[in-house]
């Protein structure tokens, strides 16, 4: 009798979950819609704060990169400035961008250096001149030969034209201008900057007193060490 009772109790159990199960089945196709919706919503709030967060934090940076200073754009000037109506061959271009590239800045050492700078350079060159031997036979080949005339031609043009090589004032570029429109620029520049003429030479002063005392003791220290080391 128990065992029988509880079959039956057993059986009557699994009737009532598999009416459950139906139950919640049939419910399930009235709520799924409305839990799926449910996610979405979710989610898609939780997206809204993101992207809101993001866009706060664009907007400020774009507000402090607009109080920042523009871009400069640099200026770039032509290497030479051919102010007249001379024509030049690429050759004769060629050697006067040699020499813009080949030129020493001077005007970048100080004022009681430059001397002593000149000095060591020519012995330098010497040295060089008499040590490689290869040198003399190279620079008069056909192709140094040739080049070596350009130097004239761009005299003769410029004197023909009554024109100067000047350097110019802004980048590191030589004007080819005319010798009077030199001239008068030279003068009007002296004019609107209301120069006056001083009665002394106050370089000379300084130079006496300061500058031509330290050039002598380098000038001399250099010519013993060179002559006691270069053979």
Do not use: C
């Not at 754009?73 to 001379?86: A, E, L, M, R, S």
């Not at 020493?104 to 350079?121: G, L």
């Not at 006056?196 to 031509?212: D, E, G, L, V, Y």
């Amino acid at each position: 009798m128990k065992e029988n009772s509880y079959t039956s109790k057993k059986q009557n159990l699994n009737q009532e979950l598999y009416h459950l199960h139906l139950e919640v089945t049939n419910s399930w196709r009235h709520i799924s819609d409305y839990i799926s919706k449910t996610i979405d919503d979710s989610l898609n709030g939780e997206l809204d704060k993101k992207y809101k967060l993001l866009n706060k934090k664009l907007n400020n940076l774009q507000k402090s990169h607009s109080h920042s200073k523009p871009e400069q754009n640099n200026t770039f000037y032509p290497q030479i400035i051919n102010k007249t109506n001379i024509e030049f061959t690429d050759e004769q271009i060629s050697l006067l961008n040699k020499a813009l590239e080949a030129e020493t800045a001077i005007n970048s050492i100080p004022p009681q250096d430059q001397e002593v700078m000149r000095y060591q350079v020519a012995k330098n060159i010497e040295f060089l001149y008499k040590h490689q031997g290869n040198l003399h036979k190279k620079y008069h080949n056909g192709l140094a030969h040739n080049e070596s005339k350009i130097p004239k031609q761009i005299k003769d043009k410029l004197s023909q034209h009554n024109a100067i090589i000047a350097k110019g004032d802004k980048g590191n570029t030589i004007n080819i201008i005319n010798k009077i429109d030199y001239h008068n620029k030279t003068k009007e520049f002296i004019n609107t900057n209301k120069s006056t003429p001083i009665h002394h030479n106050s370089t000379n002063i300084f130079q006496k007193n300061h500058t031509k005392p330290s050039i002598n003791i380098t000038y001399l220290f250099l010519k013993n060490v060179n002559g006691n080391t270069q053979t």
